[in-house]
């Protein structure tokens, strides 16, 4: 579904970071951890083609991004990539359900009833007609997700999508996320601070200024390690 060949990005002579590899399959969920400021947003924009990369290729459902014109990007995203963002970015002067809609009206596609579907899949089942101040932290971050989700694309980036919620908002939220992915065989690429949300993904990659490595997990029931 993903796959990036030794990405990298700088700014002038100062490189952000290098040498990333990374496969991600369907139904995949990955999580990216690291310092602040090791450029995790920046990857995950350059995975999107948001931001233009110094080296290197990536590649979704075999189409390689990075060669693709700023339009045949734009399109592309439209049609195959959805985005969980920190900060929701609702559009406060429309509804819950017009917000979720947005994907398939750029588009020009029906609804067919998948916004309501999609709402229903994150709990929000009825709450289409309110606008967003009327909801909660939590409750904006599903509409968020129902939003990325409802035009079944391939690949789910998330940016800190818990990083404005308390632990249990965030634990649903997080909940919420990976079972959409695994319903929709979504191939998912989230970044964040949060131990609490990464431990939920397959994998867990720390990112450095030289790439990415796999962290390892200690199997079920295996006792920590003393300090």
């Not at 290197?56 to 734009?74: H, S, W």
């Amino acid at each position: 579904m993903l796959h990036v060949r030794q990405l990298a990005k700088r700014y002038g002579p100062d490189p952000v970071f290098s040498q990333v590899d990374l496969h991600v399959r369907p139904g995949e969920f990955v999580a990216i951890v690291g310092e602040s400021g090791v450029g995790k947003s920046t990857l995950l924009n350059a995975l999107a083609g948001l931001d233009t990369v110094s080296e290197g290729e990536v590649t979704v459902l075999d189409t390689p991004i990075t060669t693709l014109g700023e339009a045949e990007q734009a399109l592309f995203r439209r049609r195959h990539l959805g985005f969980v963002f920190q900060a929701f970015h609702v559009l406060p002067h429309l509804d819950v359900a017009q917000n979720v809609a947005l994907p398939l009206m750029l588009l020009g596609q029906r609804d067919d009833g998948r916004v309501a579907q999609a709402l229903a899949d994150v709990g929000l089942d009825g709450l289409g007609a309110r606008l967003p101040q009327q909801l909660s932290g939590g409750q904006l971050q599903r509409v968020a997700i129902a939003r990325a989700l409802v035009h079944r694309p391939a690949l789910i980036l998330a940016d800190e999508p818990t990083g404005n919620l308390d632990p249990r908002t965030a634990e649903q939220v997080m909940s919420v996320l990976v079972a959409q992915t695994r319903q929709h065989g979504t191939a998912c690429v989230m970044v964040t601070h949060s131990e609490a949300a990464a431990a939920r993904a397959d994998r867990v990659l720390r990112l450095t200024a030289t790439g990415l490595t796999e962290l390892t997990r200690p199997a079920p029931g295996t006792a920590p390690h003393p300090a």
